[in-house]
């Protein structure tokens, strides 16, 4: 299937690892031109290594997403240099685990301007261009804890479903102009966070890491955590000329963990 986005400018945030990469990947294989940030310099020059290698054209950049004049000065080197940014993916690093009793106010801060904040910014600096175009795709990773809080993850469960409501806002907002604005709630999926996730609730609970994930696939109908891959691909379609009826969802990749109807 011919997704329609060969040589459109493609900004996937937080992308040196993880997700971020795997969607990253994902749009370079169907010849996508891209622009990656992360805050980790030595591991993102290491994934536009491996981007180009797929034969397209990669800019890479070091960025805390969290830093709205970081942001904005990004997306205009990305503007200048690619031309106009025409899907946008928003991701970030997942706030930091615990209970209300654990989250001081500086982590609740620190949660809004990495969870939220980020989204907002980049938003703000790519609708313009989009606008312009006449065509525009935002993508929004989120978790499942938009739909179905997790116990342990107060922050993530204030400020995932904030990022949903802003992305319903502006798929109302924007439809006119031809930008769909969707959400990707990753369900229990292969990553750095997970592992480190893992090995909290390991030493909390005292149990070892493999005892975590196997009490965690007892929980997903599939019966496994899910991998990288399986989300990008999804996102790589919300971002395509085929998904052009598709805007202001919110949509689990979680292996059929969440119990809700919608």
């Not at 609970?205 to 989300?231: C, K, N, S, Y």
């Amino acid at each position: 299937m011919d997704l329609g986005i060969r040589n459109k400018v493609a900004i996937v945030a937080a992308s040196s690892k993880g997700l971020g990469k795997a969607i990253a990947r994902e749009l370079a294989l169907e010849g996508a031109t891209l622009a990656i940030c992360a805050r980790s310099e030595s591991e993102l020059k290491r994934t536009q290594q491996e981007l180009q290698a797929l034969g397209g054209k990669v800019l890479a950049q070091s960025l805390d997403v969290s830093d709205a004049n970081g942001v904005r000065s990004f997306v205009a080197t990305v503007a200048q240099e690619l031309g106009d940014p025409e899907i946008l993916v928003n991701n970030s690093g997942g706030p930091v685990a615990g209970n209300f009793s654990d989250a001081s106010l500086s982590d609740w801060d620190q949660a809004y301007r990495v969870t939220l904040l980020s989204a907002v910014a980049f938003c703000r600096e790519v609708i313009p261009y989009m606008k312009r175009k006449q065509w525009g795709r935002i993508v929004n990773i989120t978790s499942i804890s938009t739909k179905q809080p997790i116990d342990g993850l107060v922050l993530s469960n204030a400020f995932r479903p904030a990022v949903a409501g802003m992305a319903k806002s502006l798929a109302n907002e924007y439809a006119v102009d031809n930008i769909t604005v969707n959400n990707i709630c990753p369900g229990y999926t292969l990553t750095d966070r997970l592992e480190s996730l893992a090995a909290k609730t390991a030493e909390r609970t005292a149990i070892t890491r493999e005892q975590v994930f196997e009490d965690w696939a007892r929980h997903i109908p599939i019966r496994r955590v899910g991998q990288p891959e399986e989300l990008a691909a999804l996102v790589a379609f919300l971002c395509s000329t085929r998904a052009s009826y598709i805007t202001g969802t919110t949509i689990a990749v979680d292996g059929g963990f969440i119990r809700g109807l919608l």
